[in-house]
């Protein structure tokens, strides 16, 4: 059975940082690409960060660039997405996604709440 669970979520000033960790289990880690998205209140779901498997290429959405840092270490079935100096607009549902290289198979994870307030 595939889990892919998200944690590290939680209220932060602006300014602040978090970092965020997604464990994928019941799949071989290393043929997923993984991503990081995110929902906030009343929008669509957009891609955050993602980051292949084999090179381990990233790519982040212009919003986050220079600020947030995905990365991932297959021995540990983990990605993660380092979050610096967040802003109140980065406030939203962070959900982690494994996606398999080979098909069209994708698994989500149920998400993790980031809160930037002061």
């Known amino acids: 059975q595939v889990r892919v669970v998200e944690s590290g979520g939680g209220l932060v000033q602006p300014g602040g940082s978090l970092r965020l960790s997604c464990v994928a289990s019941?799949?071989?880690?290393?043929?997923?690409?993984m991503g990081w998205y995110r929902q906030a209140p009343g929008k669509e779901r957009e891609l955050v960060a993602v980051?292949?498997?084999?090179?381990?290429?990233?790519n982040y959405a212009d919003s986050v660039k220079g600020r947030f840092t995905i990365s991932r270490d297959n021995a540990k079935n983990t990605v993660y997405l380092q979050m610096n100096s967040l802003k109140p607009e980065d406030t939203a549902v962070y959900y982690c996604k494994a996606d398999f290289q080979r098909a069209p198979l994708e698994y989500w994870g149920q998400g993790t709440q980031v809160a930037v307030s002061s």
């Open positions: 980051i292949s498997s084999g090179l381990g290429s990233e």
């Open positions: 019941g799949l071989t880690f290393s043929q997923y690409t």
